[in-house]
């Protein structure tokens, strides 16, 4: 069965920090798709990335970056030099490619709260 | 650009009544997902709409229903509500169902059940 784990429940780091977000799934698919979402106090998730099982590349968008690996089953995420506006509920976020049947439902992790203080 | 949509906001209802929760996808979508988020947890999948059927389904009792119009907005009605029913019920919206696109997600509606 699909499964996404996130660990750390709370992270509280200083401005400027660094900060790591751990995620480990499992699925018994080849073919998934891999997703981190952002929800501020607001409530509105928001995207930030999706990565497909063939590209183990990682990915940096500005101060964000990603860390693909299969053979640990583990997308993590680090934000460089951490902000105040940084502060929120980060989700990391599977979903497999059913090609053989409609329906693409996300399966969320319990998602890890980021405080950052000034 | 207009982002996904949902109405309303927040909404207070009583045991043993029933809801209907809307969404208008983003601009171009066509496929439209409802997740309900309690308080501290990940969202749930409920289920997915597409060309005006059913898709796929989550664990959810067949209290909740759906439907979804031919300009792919969207209807969430839950019957019966149970107080732990109250939860950030979230739309998501995305295109070309097949291929697990990206889900977009509207702003949700904070359903409080007394």
């Known amino acids: 069965a699909q499964k996404v784990t996130q660990a750390q429940t709370e992270i509280s780091v200083v401005e400027k920090e660094d900060v790591t977000l751990d995620c480990v799934y499992e699925?018994?698919?080849?073919?998934?798709?891999l997703f981190w979402y952002k929800q501020p106090p607001s409530g509105e998730l928001v995207f930030l990335i999706r990565?497909?099982?063939?590209?183990?590349q990682n990915e940096i968008s500005g101060r964000y970056s990603w860390n693909f690996q299969k053979s640990t089953s583990s997308f993590n995420f680090t934000i460089t030099a951490s902000q105040v506006v940084d502060s929120a509920v980060y989700f990391c976020?599977?979903?497999?490619?059913?090609?053989?049947?409609?329906?693409?439902?996300?399966?969320f992790g319990k998602g890890t709260t980021l405080s950052v203080s000034s | 650009d207009a982002g996904v949509t949902q109405s309303p906001t927040h909404l207070i209802k009583t045991r043993g009544q029933q809801v209907t929760l809307r969404c208008s996808p983003k601009?171009?979508?066509?496929?439209v997902s409802w997740y309900q988020q309690a308080l501290g947890q990940g969202p749930q999948f409920i289920f997915q709409?597409?060309?005006?059927?059913?898709?796929q389904r989550g664990n959810f009792p067949d209290r909740f229903s759906g439907h979804q119009f031919p300009n792919y907005s969207s209807e969430l009605n839950v019957n019966a509500l149970l107080l732990g029913d109250s939860a950030l019920y979230l739309c998501?919206?995305?295109?070309?169902?097949?291929?697990?696109?990206?889900?977009?997600f509207g702003p949700g509606t904070r359903l409080t059940v007394l």
């Open positions: 998501a919206s995305s295109l070309v169902i097949r291929t697990a696109d990206t889900q977009y």
């Open positions: 699925t018994r698919d080849t073919t998934y798709y």
């Open positions: 990565r497909n099982s063939f590209d183990e």
């Open positions: 976020a599977l979903s497999e490619a059913l090609f053989n049947q409609a329906g693409t439902a996300l399966i």
């Open positions: 601009s171009g979508h066509d496929t």
């Open positions: 709409y597409y060309e005006e059927e059913e898709r």
